[in-house]
């Protein structure tokens, strides 16, 4: 059941744009996105709950497709701290437990000057 | 304010060796959760907490895995007769409540080495 993201790696020059999949065999309850720097702590970006909605902020956003069981995060406009790598999380709504959130293998981002 | 924090952030242990962990959650989150992330993976969820009960502790490999929250903030995860395969950083995680709806806040972990 843990998610599958896409690419496992990708490199950007500052200013460029990317994006990067999450996909569930499982109906998802809602998807978390995380940034994780080198020896840091996971740091949180966004929600997405069902039905379909997108958020952002910033230059970061995100889309949830229900029917898909897919989520993906758009990184416009790259900047140098946007470098790490990017974690989804999903949660499951069986027996009420969508508060345990399953991490994909994540997405190593690089932005070069 | 001040952020999930985690002691010690490294610990070196020997094999059959007793350890434990330590995780201060946000004040004021009942949610509070334990990961453990190996090289090159996300984090794995090991056991959730809302209050100072273990709400659901699927994820915890085996026995020798236990953790407590005895007083509703401060958690300790708790590993007796360590493996080499236990080395990993576990990361502790708070949240508001335990729902998909809170985000959740993740510490700095701490880095265990089993020799």
């Known amino acids: 059941q843990q998610p599958v993201q896409s690419p496992q790696a990708v490199i950007l020059r500052e200013g460029e744009d990317a994006v990067i999949n999450c996909s569930s065999s499982?109906?998802?309850?809602?998807v978390h996105w995380y940034r994780q720097k080198h020896g840091e702590a996971p740091v949180f970006l966004m929600i997405?709950?069902?039905?379909?909605e997108q958020k952002g902020h910033d230059k970061i956003s995100a889309s949830f497709n229900e029917k898909k069981q897919q989520s993906s995060l758009y990184l416009t406009a790259s900047q140098l701290s946007y470098s790490g790598t990017y974690f989804c999380?999903?949660?499951?709504?069986?027996?009420?437990?969508?508060?345990?959130?399953?991490f994909g293998k994540g997405t190593l981002l690089t932005v070069n000057p | 304010g001040a952020g999930v924090s985690q002691t010690p952030s490294n610990k070196v242990t020997e094999k059959g060796k007793y350890v434990e962990l330590r995780c201060d959650p946000i004040?004021?989150?009942?949610?509070l959760y334990w990961y453990r992330q190996s090289l090159g993976q996300g984090p794995e969820f090991l056991i959730y907490?809302?209050?100072?009960?273990?709400?659901?502790d699927s994820g915890l490999p085996n026995d020798r895995f236990f953790a407590v929250r005895p007083e509703g903030s401060v958690s300790t995860l708790k590993i007796q007769r360590t493996e080499r395969g236990d080395s990993a950083v576990y990361l502790c995680?708070?949240?508001?409540?335990?729902?998909?709806?809170?985000?959740?806040?993740f510490g700095p972990g701490t880095r265990l080495t089993v020799l």
């Open positions: 995680a708070s949240s508001l409540k335990g729902s998909s709806y809170n985000e959740q806040f």
């Open positions: 499982k109906a998802l309850y809602s």
């Open positions: 997405l709950l069902k039905g379909g």
């Open positions: 999380g999903t949660a499951f709504n069986s027996g009420g437990s969508n508060y345990k959130l399953t």
């Open positions: 004040s004021g989150h009942t949610a």
């Open positions: 907490f809302q209050g100072t009960g273990a709400a659901d």
